[in-house]
């Protein structure tokens, strides 16, 4: 493969890996770590993330659990959580803090369903982004017409199943969503 081609490559692949990641923060009716686990608890004077104070674990079919380490900790924990304003229940359990999913409303969905659209077409933009900056990349090389065709074309090609992945990402947060 050229090593223009394979650098575009990398680079939307870092791209469809950063829509991934911002897809698991969108809630949904299931429970997952990525909701919480980047929330940012005051600590002996220190912002450190709810990761790195417990264990976060998922309790089927609508509860997360965080087995913090320190006990004294679990209730600045519970506060850091309800002041995210995700919309989830939380109680102090000792050294756990549960948290309870409710089900989402309709409207609730709506908006849900619009964010993760919205960051599609961000993707999406960010990919043709990439493609312009690709395709002026291989015009800079100097080579002949043919060579330059056939880069752009092998350019297009990865873009085009860039975008594919991005819509069937998106098809699966909109099913998750909807459940």
Do not use: C
Request: charged letters at 30%.
């Amino acid at each position: 493969m050229d090593p223009e081609l394979k650098r575009f490559k990398e680079e939307l692949l870092e791209a469809i890996s950063h829509f991934k990641s911002e897809l698991q923060g969108v809630r949904t009716s299931r429970p997952t770590s990525r909701l919480i686990e980047d929330i940012k608890v005051e600590y002996f004077g220190q912002m450190t993330p709810v990761k790195q104070l417990g264990s976060i674990m998922i309790v089927p079919p609508y509860e997360m659990a965080v087995g913090v380490w320190d006990r004294g900790a679990a209730s600045e924990v519970a506060k850091a959580i309800e002041a995210a304003n995700l919309g989830l229940s939380v109680s102090v359990d000792g050294s756990t803090v549960r948290l309870h999913l409710p089900m989402l409303s309709a409207d609730r969905r709506e908006e849900l369903l619009k964010l993760a659209k919205t960051m599609a077409e961000k993707e999406r933009i960010r990919v043709r982004g990439l493609r312009d900056e690709a395709n002026k990349r291989v015009k800079a090389l100097g080579a002949n017409e043919d060579v330059q065709f056939t880069l752009k074309e092998g350019i297009q090609e990865l873009t085009n199943e860039a975008n594919k992945e991005i819509d069937s990402l998106l098809a699966a947060k909109t099913e998750e969503i909807a459940e």
